[in-house]
């Protein structure tokens, strides 16, 4: 049973481009779950959804970031015209159903230069 | 307003020796609290949690002490071993909303 797939591990943009990082939950994981790590800081809540549905994006910058989960496919978390500041590694996880343990996965390292 | 307070920031200790890493929280309504190893260039894995209707949960060398009237619970790492060196972060969320509260993280290093 394979963990949390995140793609790509490594993203290098420049300024003013966009940035989607993927995400595929472990089989039969209905719950997905973005968080953001700044060095030397703890993970940052983003964004919370089930299939279709976002249940709590109270972490999201208002602007330029959206998150989706379609039916089919992974979640994707997409940044729009990057700045300097977004630069960080981007960590997803997933579980089973609600209040259990959620698996991260790998995470994907964006660079913006 | 920092929900989840972890101490110390980093730590060393000595092969053998115990590692304890402090958390406290602010939010009453929080009644899962996992804590998570991260080593380097790796997502967190799940390392024990404890629900508020127990006192104490013991897994190996890992015991996770809850104080709940003092609103603190923290992580205990007995014959602390090189390759517990990593970064530990405590964690509290609420029955039926998901999202779970970070700690900022604890670095730790264990001296061979």
């Known amino acids: 049973n394979a963990g949390v797939m995140q793609n790509p591990r490594h993203l290098v943009r420049r300024r003013g481009q966009e940035a989607r990082l993927r995400c595929s939950p472990m089989k039969g994981h209905s719950h997905v779950y973005w968080y953001r790590q700044l060095p030397e800081e703890g993970l940052k809540f983003m964004v919370y959804l089930q299939k279709e549905n976002i249940i709590d994006e109270s972490g999201m910058p208002k602007e330029r970031f959206s998150a989706e989960f379609p039916k089919e496919g992974p979640s994707i978390l997409r940044i729009q015209q990057v700045v300097r500041g977004d630069s960080a590694a981007y960590f997803c996880?997933?579980?089973?159903?609600?209040?259990?343990?959620?698996?991260f996965g790998q995470g994907t390292r964006l660079t913006v230069v | 307003q920092q929900q989840v307070k972890q101490s110390p920031q980093s730590l060393i200790v000595q092969k053998g020796g115990i590692s304890i890493i402090n958390c406290a929280y602010e939010n009453t309504a929080f009644d899962y609290f996992p804590w998570y190893q991260q080593f380097p260039g790796k997502g967190p894995a799940l390392l024990i949690a404890i629900r508020p209707d127990v006192s104490e949960k013991k897994e190996g060398r890992f015991t996770i002490s809850f104080n709940k009237s003092a609103k603190q619970f923290s992580l205990h790492i007995m014959d602390s071993q090189p390759g517990d060196s990593a970064t530990y972060f405590c964690a509290a969320s609420k029955i039926r909303d998901d999202k779970i509260i970070f700690g900022k993280g604890t670095r730790l290093h264990i001296l061979p």
């Open positions: 996880a997933s579980s089973w159903f609600s209040y259990t343990e959620a698996f």
